[in-house]
């Protein structure tokens, strides 16, 4: 069936380090892709998407490009901050949205 | 302005006793969902509805029911017959159901948390 894989967490860095959080998947098709962020204690808000191949994601300096070559979509930021941290989920929609496991990312200044 | 509101944040329950988790939308969202996270596995969904008075099986409904008598609300009862009901439970709408239009967006709710005592 489709599915997401994620790295597993967490993920530890200094403020201003480069980041990036590995996501691939497995589909029978042409999938949308997405990636949402989870702060603590909170529901899940959009971070953003790429629905078709070659399609670049971006917001608030976040990146994704989507690899149909390599069936990926790996989450980057040249910059962290403290308050980027929080959980990252890579999700898939293909008759219908799956999510990966998600990576806690941990900024420390 | 517009959002989902979930409640209660935090719920305790006894074991052998049925809990209510209310979802409320004021997005004018068609469709709505109900997903469990647990550490380590990610989202999982129990129950999606696309119209009023209709609902469908996600991949792991069992001990769990819902309703969807208004648009706005999707409360989901978790049943004495879920074995382990702990978890942390998001309600979830978009503004169709869309599983084809490549690129259906859902709007969260802040999450209930259940534990059983």
């Not at chain 1, 390599?70 to 990252?88: I, M, P, R």
């Not at chain 2, 052998?16 to 988790?21: A, F, H, I, K």
């Not at chain 2, 997903?35 to 009023?52: A, E, N, T």
């Amino acid at each position: 069936g489709d599915s997401v894989t994620q790295m597993e967490g967490p993920v530890t860095l200094s403020e201003e380090a480069f980041l990036t959080i590995n996501c691939t998947y497995t589909a029978t098709g042409y999938p949308s892709l997405f990636w949402y962020v989870q702060y603590p204690g909170e529901g899940l808000q959009l971070l953003l998407k790429a629905t078709k191949a070659d399609d670049k994601g971006s917001n608030k300096g976040f990146e994704a490009t989507y690899r149909k070559e390599t069936t990926s979509f790996h989450l980057e930021k040249g910059s962290v901050q403290v308050s980027d941290s929080a959980v990252y989920f890579c999700a898939l929609l293909i008759q219908k949205l799956v999510f990966g496991t998600g990576t806690r990312l941990l900024v420390s200044p | 302005d517009g959002g989902i509101t979930q409640s209660p944040k935090y719920l305790f329950r006894k074991e052998g006793q049925n809990v209510t988790l209310s979802c409320e939308q004021n997005l004018n969202h068609d469709a709505m969902y109900w997903y469990r996270q647990d550490p380590g596995q990610g989202l999982r969904l129990i129950y999606y509805s696309q119209i009023v008075n209709d609902f469908q099986k996600g991949d792991i409904a069992e001990g769990y029911s819902v309703s969807r008598e208004k648009k706005e609300s999707f409360p989901l009862t978790v049943t004495s017959a879920q074995k382990n009901p702990t978890a942390f439970y998001l309600c979830a709408s978009s503004i169709r159901e869309g599983w084809v239009s490549g690129a259906n967006v859902l709007t969260f709710g802040a999450g209930s948390r259940l534990t059983v005592l």
